[in-house]
């Protein structure tokens, strides 16, 4: 959990600021996982800090909600352009 913590501080990933009393904090919590070999030996343990975001509230967290997909005619242009400029 060490090196995850440092490599999330080292990245820049979050900033310390007081909140206003108008903002709900959405809650976080850290997930372990236990890696093994092939044979069934420990090889690492791994650790992630992850969003409990069921704990938002629609209109008052937030108003839209995305999903980053990509139309297939998208792709079909990007990989024709990749063939015509090799």
Not at 36 to 42: D, V, Y
Request: hydrophobic share 40%.
């Amino acid at each position: 959990m060490g090196r995850e913590f440092d490599a999330l501080i080292a990245n820049g990933t979050w900033s310390l600021f007081s909140i206003p009393k108008r903002f709900h904090v959405v809650i976080n919590k850290w997930v372990y996982k236990i890696k093994k070999t092939p044979n069934g030996q420990i090889d690492r343990y791994k650790a992630r800090l992850v969003a409990k975001g069921f704990n938002q509230q629609y209109e008052i967290d937030y108003l839209e909600t995305f999903s980053p997909i990509i139309k297939p005619s998208t792709i079909k242009m990007v990989l024709s352009l990749a063939v015509t400029f090799n």
